[in-house]
């Protein structure tokens, strides 16, 4: 079901007045009526029942009919995605909110085309991403408030920000012998994972995330585009994630 992410300010009133972008989605994208009914969000802890009220020109009512607690998320997955070339961050930011990453960081790394930008420009692609996010969450109706942050350097992202929890980085040579499942089995529920640009990590990156506390996986025997990448290891994370409950321990 459609999530509608009800506007920033609101505080559980029992009606309140949509105009704008976000009218024109309600009225002339879901084709919405009176009396419709529909699914919302505040994008922190709950989900509301609204109703369609009274249609305007340019305006229409919500009424909010009831609300509960959203579930608490069983993880939380940040992606660090090294930038790729052109517009392809666009699609895996679309597609980390559909699927439901909590975080998602963009990094300069030393194979990203997109190197050094002016502030204004990195504003412009955030603010976009953004944009694509609120759209991914209305469509696909995911709970989770995906949030991205403004692009960084990898090695400053890694030494200033304090990571919690379990850190993996994906590889498409078998550099190492850790297990996806090996590794989710810990029960952390904070998870990171990085993901390269189109020519892949560096020599000195891959040693720098070692040092830093980073595993490394092998994707397998095939070389994904970046953004495959992304989409297929967040959606491994969470398919075994999920599973976890029926997971036979081998004798």
């Not at 940040?78 to 980390?96: E, T, Y």
């Not at 692609?125 to 408030?145: D, F, H, P, Y």
């Not at 960084?152 to 890694?158: G, P, S």
């Amino acid at each position: 079901m459609r999530n509608f992410v009800l506007p920033e300010g609101f505080k559980d009133e029992r009606e309140l007045r949509i105009s704008g972008e976000q009218f024109h989605y309600l009225r002339r994208v879901l084709r919405l009526r009176e009396g419709d009914e529909l699914s919302g969000t505040n994008g922190k802890d709950r989900t509301y029942a609204l109703s369609v009220g009274e249609i305007r020109r340019d305006s229409l009512t919500l009424l909010v009919t009831g609300y509960m607690k959203r579930p608490v998320d069983n993880c939380r997955i940040s992606l660090l995605q090294c930038l790729p070339k052109g517009k392809k961050m666009d699609l895996i930011v679309r597609q980390a909110a559909e699927a439901g990453v909590w975080r998602i960081i963009p990094l300069f790394s030393s194979y990203s085309i997109p190197r050094v930008e002016n502030a204004a420009a990195l504003e412009r692609k955030v603010s976009r991403w953004r944009r694509i996010i609120k759209e991914a969450l209305q469509q696909s109706g995911s709970l989770c408030n995906t949030s991205v942050e403004q692009p960084l350097n990898m090695e400053a992202f890694v030494v200033d920000k304090e990571i919690q929890g379990l850190k993996i980085f994906f590889h498409q040579e078998p550099i190492s012998r850790f297990s996806l499942h090996g590794l989710l089995a810990s029960g952390e529920r904070d998870i990171t994972l990085l993901i390269g640009p189109e020519g892949g990590l560096a020599e000195k990156e891959i040693e720098f995330l070692k040092g830093a506390g980073f595993f490394p996986v092998y994707l397998g025997g095939r070389v994904l585009r970046s953004e495959t990448a992304a989409l297929f290891t967040v959606a491994a994370v969470q398919t075994i994630l999920e599973e976890k409950s029926v997971w036979k321990i081998a004798k």
